[in-house]
Nanobody, 129 residues
Framework: QVQLVESGGGVVQAGGSLRLSCAAS????????VGWFRQAPGKERELVAA?????????????YYADSVKGRFAASRDNAKNTVYLQMNSLKPEDTAVYYC?????????????????WGQGTQVTVSS
């Protein structure tokens, strides 16, 4: 069983930055996809970024970003620490949500939450105007 532990959420003013971390409990993550989802009150959970632990997808390359965060968010990974990060810059009030990391052991690119096998506990990000 893979456990994902998130950290790094908080309250920030518009224009500010936060970095989320997602640490995995297993030693090897080499074939997995890690997705960052968010869910705002009354809205569906949406994929904002995804990264392959190694290699790349044929269409999206090594990382995917939703249009709403492209140019502001960046996903990265630290193999030695089994940790994936989401750097969030130029935050806007509409970025306010609970953010989750999730892992798909098949290494696919998929935006469907149902395709992800493991989930972190979620971390609240609040952006004030």
């Amino acid at each position: 069983q893979v456990q994902l532990v998130e950290s790094g959420g908080g309250v920030v003013q518009a224009g500010g930055s936060l970095r989320l971390s997602c640490a995995a409990s297993i030693a090897t993550f080499s074939t997995y996809t890690v997705g960052w989802f968010r869910q705002a009150p009354g809205k569906e959970r949406e994929l904002v970024a995804a990264i392959r632990w190694s290699g790349s997808w044929s269409v999206h390359g090594s990382a995917y970003y939703a249009d709403s965060v492209k140019g502001r968010f960046a996903a990265s990974r630290d193999n030695a620490k089994n940790t994936v990060y989401l750097q969030m810059n130029s935050l806007k009030p509409e970025d306010t949500a609970v953010y989750y990391c999730a892992a798909d052991r098949m290494g696919r690119f998929t935006a469907s939450p149902n395709d992800y096998d493991y989930w972190g506990q979620g971390t609240q990000v609040t952006v004030s105007s």
